[in-house]
Structure formats: C-alpha cells, structure tokens
C-alpha cells in the first residue's frame, strides 16, 4: 500500500496529460508559458478571487506575498508553531521575527482566541496556516486583523480546494497562497504554487516579485526573486483541475469514512491510553485532507507496528518550529505552545489518496487497532 497513490490518477489522466505536455514540448515556451496564464484564470476562477499568479513552489509564494506587503527586518509575523517549516523560514529569511501563537486542539490550526495577546506594534501581518486541509478560522482571524489594521496571508499549502463556510480556501484574506507539490491535494509533477488576491496593486507587485522584481524586461524598481512557474508544471495542475472536483470529494468521503470505522473499531476501548483521537472538522467547513492524521499515546510502537503490518505512516510535524534549532534564537523553550508540543509527541498520519480503497481503509484500520492495543 502507498501512503499516497499519484499512479493511479496518472493511469486516469494518461492521455490528456501526455497531450498536455507534448503541447508544450511543440510550442517551447518552457517557462511563464501559455499554459500558465491559463492556470491562473482557471484557479483565480475555481478561488473566486480576481487574481492567481503562478509560482516556483508553495515556499516562494509565501516569500512573495511577504515581500510584497513590505515586510523586512525589524517586523514581527504571526503564525502557528505547528507548520511545515516553510511558513516560520520565509517570515525569517524575508527579514522579520515570527511570533508564534499555539493551536486550538485536533483542528490543529492557530487559536485565534490566543491572537491579540500576540499582537505587538511591530506586527505587520497574521500567517495562518490551514493545516492538514482544513481552514483555519478565517472569521475570527481576519476580525481581529482587520481591528488591528494587518493583513491576512493564508498558508494554504495543503487546503486548496477546502470549503469554509462556503468559500474557498486561499480566498478568504488578502493573500492566499498554495503548494503544488505533487503529495498535495492539487500538485504537479515538481514544484509549483500559486498566490490569491482581490487587490490589483497587490497583484501586480506580486508579478514583478515572482521575476526579479522587474516590470518590464531587464527594468528593476524593488528586489525579486526567481520565482517563476514552469509551463510543464502548469500543463500538469490544468490536466488535474478536469478530476480535483470529483477528488476533493472522494477525500472527504474517505476521511470521514476513516473517522467512522476508528470510532467503531474502537467502541469498547475505555483505557485513556489506548484511545484514539480523530481530526475534527467544523460542520462549516469541508476539508480536503491533504493529510489523514490522528493522535495516539505511544506512536513510536504504533509506527512500528504498523510499518510491520505493511502499512506506511508519517508524522506531521514531530518537532514544533518553537522548538526547531534554527529558531533557537527566539528564545522560546519547551513548554512555550503545550497545545502544539502534545500534537507532535502524539500525531500520525495514516494512508491518504483519493484512490484508496473501502478494503485499503479497512485493513489500515484494523493494522491501527492491532498496533494501538498492543499485538
Ligand atoms: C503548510 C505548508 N507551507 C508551505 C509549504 C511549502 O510548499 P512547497 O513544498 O511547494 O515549497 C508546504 C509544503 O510542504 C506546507 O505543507
């Protein structure tokens, strides 16, 4: 079993896929091609957004988006402790502090009721990150920013295609910016991303950021980046976008499915330290799953247990950004986030594709419950 099947999409997508990259090895345009600005309407489209500008990867549209709300030395960004890394490295190398804030419990996303304690006058914005595929509480987050006069960027990375409250993932603030990164719920066969906006300036900033800051050719008014989106790559999340509908929704068919059978699976466990807990999903919000992750007491046996019943597993994220070397300079210790801190001695997540089977799920489920209870 694979911890996530892109065989399968592949063997669905064959022909329109090769079609789609033989288009672009005819035409030549290899980077910044056709094939992009078509993304891009399609995405800004599916977001309901005005403007989708393609990237390098998921991490250089946040490096965009930072960059182009200002943001440098001397400035603090807010943002969860409990993130892929990327999001806590790009407010860093951009210049500024991040400021973490911990997480609300099994959402596993910032706890907005922790923000405004973390507001500082050298705050210059608010990264929540919508982890796992679920949105963070955009509601509540974009209130309290907007009180404060701060911009919003969404770390959508592994939410797009996520309904909250009826809008899309990566539309709901002022900069929305995703991963294509081909485990992601929507990716590429490399690396790519893309960046959300209602605001033209914003997006035209953002633009010149993604080439070197230049607004015409070889003409330069603010620093950039390389951080332009392949053709090749644009072909592959278009061919994609024809199956994501129907995908997203076998991703939440599938995670609600997991949550059904582990409950039932383990219905008479009454032991604390033998209980299982499953995500929780806000009956206002759809998520897209990116990861299928649930807590357990003893994950390292839990691991193996599993790894020896042939069923692979991860972890995101056993170490908090807090607590990662690199931002040891921060000053913050164990102990800082103890939401975030038990979510990453506990989480584990288990086989997740919009391919997987009814009798994959049930072997994953019953390979769980022999490796929590002990056999
Ligand atoms: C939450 C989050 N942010 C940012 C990124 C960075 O995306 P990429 O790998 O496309 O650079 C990822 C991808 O792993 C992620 O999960």
């Known amino acids: ?215 015409r050719r070889y003409h330069h008014p603010r620093l950039g980046i390389n951080g332009r989106l392949d053709s090749l790559q644009a072909a592959v999340v278009l061919t994609k976008l024809d199956c994501f509908e129907d995908e997203v929704a076998a991703r939440a068919r599938l995670g609600a499915r997991y949550t059904d059978l582990i409950a039932e699976a383990f219905a008479g466990i009454d032991d604390p330290a033998l209980r299982v807990a499953t995500p929780w999903i806000s009956p206002a919000q759809t998520s897209v799953y990116a990861q299928y992750t649930i807590e357990v007491e003893d994950r390292a046996a839990v691991e193996q247990r599993m790894r020896e019943r042939g069923i692979p597993t991860a972890v995101h994220y056993p170490v908090p950004l807090h607590l990662q070397p690199v931002f040891g300079s921060l000053g913050y210790g164990s102990g800082g986030f103890p939401v975030a801190e038990t979510a990453a001695r506990r989480v584990i997540s288990l086989p997740m594709h919009p391919y997987l089977t009814e009798d994959d799920q049930a072997r994953v489920v019953r390979a769980l419950f022999e490796s929590v209870i002990g056999g």
């Open 1 to 215: 079993m694979d911890f996530i099947d892109l065989k399968t999409q592949y063997q669905r997508l064959r022909d329109p896929m090769n079609a789609r990259i033989q288009a672009v090895l005819d035409h030549g345009q290899y980077v910044l091609g056709p094939e992009v600005a078509e993304l891009e309407a399609r995405l800004a489209s599916y977001v309901g957004v005005e403007h989708c500008i393609g990237a390098a990867s998921g991490t250089d549209t946040l490096l965009i988006a930072l960059l182009a709300l200002g943001i440098g030395r001397g400035d603090e960004v807010i943002t969860t402790p409990f993130t892929f890394i990327a999001t806590g490295e790009m407010i860093a190398l951009a210049g500024a502090t991040p400021v973490f804030v911990d997480i609300v419990p099994r959402s596993y996303n910032i706890d907005p009721a922790l923000l405004e304690k973390a507001i500082s006058p050298r705050t210059k914005a608010i990264m929540p990150v919508s982890l796992y595929g679920q949105c963070a509480d955009f509601d509540a987050i974009n209130l309290l920013a907007c009180n404060h006069g701060l911009p919003v960027i969404e770390d959508g990375a592994q939410s797009f295609g996520a309904l909250y409250k009826g809008r899309r993932s990566c539309g709901l603030s002022a900069i929305g910016s995703t991963s294509f990164f081909p485990s992601k719920p929507l990716g590429c066969y490399g690396d790519g991303g893309a960046l959300f906006t209602n605001d033209p300036e914003l997006a035209k900033v953002m633009r010149e950021i993604r080439v070197h800051g230049q607004d």
